[in-house]
């Protein structure tokens, strides 16, 4: 697999330079700056790839061109919407980036409840805690039905927490929830923003009457008008897993599991409708079988992400380390590699280490953490690629 690594563009802490040093190839960037649902023109595009080929490496894959919310639920001006998302797909395709992730969660991305949860070795990692979830949903967001939504030992739990949250602790936690873990991954809330919790219930209102079997309509939908470009242009679009793999806030997510996959790879089955393989999520819902589902999606995946979760007995998870958890990344490796030595792949998130907490990186993008994991991955691909005759090579080295 290429070695890829998530890099934020030129404001990134963490240069292209250093990047060299610890054998990136590729690079998944997205040009961030550009409000969500405006048109990504070639000059901006060609710029920031000139810019990281400028350093020996490549743009490899986009992560994310993001979905607007309106086409998601549907709304008034999707059709607009869409045919921006057609221009940038054409002018990046022209640039020669054809590799694009996306995802289709409505409302919030990624979720956390805790962004340094300490691990036995004095690291911390990222962490989902339900009844701190359920807490900030009944009490902080106040949603309507949100109490009857949870189970009884999740309850349970709140009311214990209730007695010791402090206002800090409630702030603390809307700003992991709905600020530091979406704005830099162009979600709708960023650093900064006035009332936030106020404009989330907002955006909660806009999916009103919104299924999962609407939301799978509107999916493909979406999929079906963008095919074309995609044939024409030879572009992969591959749709990134909801992290966590359930459902959350009432909201319908339809890319948690094997049928939802198979469903939407069925929908439009189309090989430019891909898959990012993201163990980390998948390895988050006890119902998802990393390894089986690796084998057989393996050949709709355009992107892969290695990270693997430990889930607790009471459902809450953290994310484990990159050889231990539960996706099993050595055995991952082995399908990824024999399926297809090229395809991208990208250590996703680490610990945060020896001083990352103190650096500012976004949440789950630490450096040392992150260039720890990629460490051990690049170990398991020349593991991997001596068992299968494939040569490897370390790139930076005098051969
Ligand atoms: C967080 C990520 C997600 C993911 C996007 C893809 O670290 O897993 O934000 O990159 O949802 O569109």
Redesign the pocket.
């Known amino acids: 697999m290429i070695r890829t690594w998530r890099w934020f563009g030129k404001k990134d802490k963490i240069t292209l330079a250093m990047l060299r040093q610890i054998g990136v190839q590729g690079i998944v960037t997205a040009l961030h700056d550009i409000p969500n649902g405006e048109v990504w023109s070639r000059e901006q595009i060609r710029d920031l790839r000139t810019y990281i080929e400028s350093y020996g490496m490549t743009w490899s894959v986009v ?2 061109l993001p979905v607007s919310e309106a086409i998601k639920y549907a709304g008034a001006d999707r059709d607009r919407l869409i045919s921006n998302y057609i221009e940038s797909l054409r002018n990046l395709a022209l640039e020669g980036v054809k590799n694009v ?3 289709f ?1 409505p409302v919030l ?2 979720a956390r409840t805790d962004l340094l949860h300490p691990n036995p070795n004095g690291s911390s990692n990222l962490y989902f805690s339900h009844a701190q979830f359920a807490y900030f949903d009944i009490h902080i967001l106040k949603r309507p039905g949100a109490e009857a939504s949870w189970p009884a030992n999740v309850l349970a739990e709140v009311e214990a927490l209730k007695a010791k949250m402090t206002p800090e602790d409630e702030h603390n936690l809307v700003d992991t929830i709905i600020v530091k873990t979406q704005g830099f ?1 162009s979600g709708n809330i960023k650093e900064g923003d006035e009332h936030p919790v106020e404009l989330f219930r907002h955006l909660l209102s806009l999916y009103d009457g919104i299924t999962a079997d609407k939301l799978r309509e509107n999916m493909r939908y979406f999929l079906n008008a963008i095919m074309p470009v995609c044939d024409e242009m030879d572009i992969r679009v591959c749709v ?1 897993p909801d ?1 966590p793999p359930f459902q959350i806030l009432g909201l319908p997510r339809i890319v948690t599991c094997e049928a939802d996959i198979e469903w939407f790879l069925n929908a439009v089955d189309n090989p430019h409708n891909c898959l ?1 393989f ?1 163990a980390g ?1 998948l390895s988050a819902g006890s119902h998802n079988d990393v390894v089986a589902l690796a084998r057989k999606f393996a050949h709709r995946t355009s992107f892969v ?1 290695l990270r693997s979760c430990h889930i607790f007995p009471n459902g809450d998870f953290t994310e484990a380390s990159h050889l231990g958890g539960r996706a099993n990344l050595i055995e991952l490796v082995r399908i990824f590699e024999k399926q297809d030595p090229t395809l991208p792949m990208r250590v ?2 680490g610990m945060t280490m020896l001083g990352d907490e103190s650096r500012g990186y976004n949440a ?1 993008y630490s450096f040392l953490g992150r260039m720890f994991a990629l460490g051990q991955v690049q170990g398991i691909i020349a593991t991997v690629d001596n068992e299968l005759g494939i040569e490897y090579k370390q790139p930076g080295f005098f051969e």
């Open positions: 992560e994310s992730c996306y995802n969660m991305d990624w991954v990134h992290d990012t993201c999520s992400h996703d998130h789950g």
